[in-house]
């Protein structure tokens, strides 16, 4: 880590890091090579209409989702909601969730996550196990 980077206490657009992850364009506002802390990952998640982050796990992490924009049809366990501008979701540590976008508007939300230095895996795909890879369907 740089001496910048260690001092940084604001972060403005041009310092996020992007990502284009297999889900959506990731803006990374904070986590190590952003700004120095241990406890908190923040990432501003631009989705594209009709794309998803399916059945995952954070085995190590606790996270808050946050609507920013548009709609998530967010499942925390088996429990489904559609979520707006304004509302979140509160994923336990280990909880299966995902987060799809089936609607024809962009999705932008935060996902906060913590604590940024926590054992792997990060995540864990469950998406093509039972009861995930048919839970949507049924």
Not at 6 to 11: E, K, W, Y
Not at 25 to 37: A, F, G, I, S, T
Not at 113 to 136: C, F, H, K, M, Y
Request: glycine share 6%.
């Amino acid at each position: 880590m740089d001496a910048a980077t260690a001092l940084r206490r604001f972060v403005g657009a041009s310092d996020a890091v992007r990502v284009q992850s297999p889900w959506t364009l990731e803006e990374w506002m904070c986590r190590q090579d952003v700004v120095q802390n241990e406890h908190l990952l923040l990432v501003r998640a631009n989705m594209e209409p009709h794309r998803d982050h399916p059945f995952h796990t954070h085995p190590t992490r606790e996270e808050i989702i946050y609507i920013i924009s548009g709609q998530a049809e967010q499942w925390v366990g088996r429990e489904k909601r559609v979520l707006k501008a304004g509302e979140m979701a509160f994923i336990p540590m280990g909880e299966v969730h995902g987060t799809y976008n089936p609607f024809d508007e962009p999705l932008v939300f935060l996902a906060i996550l913590s604590p940024a230095n926590a054992p792997e895996p990060g995540i864990v795909d469950v998406s093509q196990e039972a009861p995930w890879n048919t839970i949507r369907q049924g």
